[in-house]
């Protein structure tokens, strides 16, 4: 009885093994992806108008710029693979006292 005892538990502990080590396996296996290390550049722009002339007076240069700037920052991210650009734009409007 004790013979029987002994290889039944020599059984369980090698199944509980294999189990844990195939565990161990399948989890090692399975991983998430690294974030893609792109660099980021961050670009601000503040427009201020109006100090000396009448208010907003140069308002259309800041619009000419803002919407030309997408052309220019797909042709620097093309040329600099691995770089992201972020623009920022702010408007500042100072009335005439």
């Not at 399975?30 to 290390?37: H, K, R």
Request: proline letters at 5%; one cysteine or more; hydrophobic letters at 45%.
């Amino acid at each position: 009885m004790t013979i029987k005892r002994s290889t039944h538990f020599k059984y369980q502990l090698f199944v509980i093994t294999w189990l844990f080590v195939l565990q161990m396996i399948v989890v090692g296996a399975v991983q998430s992806q690294p974030p893609a290390t792109s660099e980021v550049k961050e670009l601000n722009f503040v427009f201020t108008h109006g100090a000396a002339g009448t208010a907003c007076g140069t308002q259309l240069l800041s619009d000419i710029i803002v919407e030309r700037l997408p052309l220019y920052v797909r042709a620097y991210e093309v040329e600099h693979p691995g770089v992201e650009l972020r623009i920022n734009a702010m408007n500042r409007c100072y009335p005439v006292m």
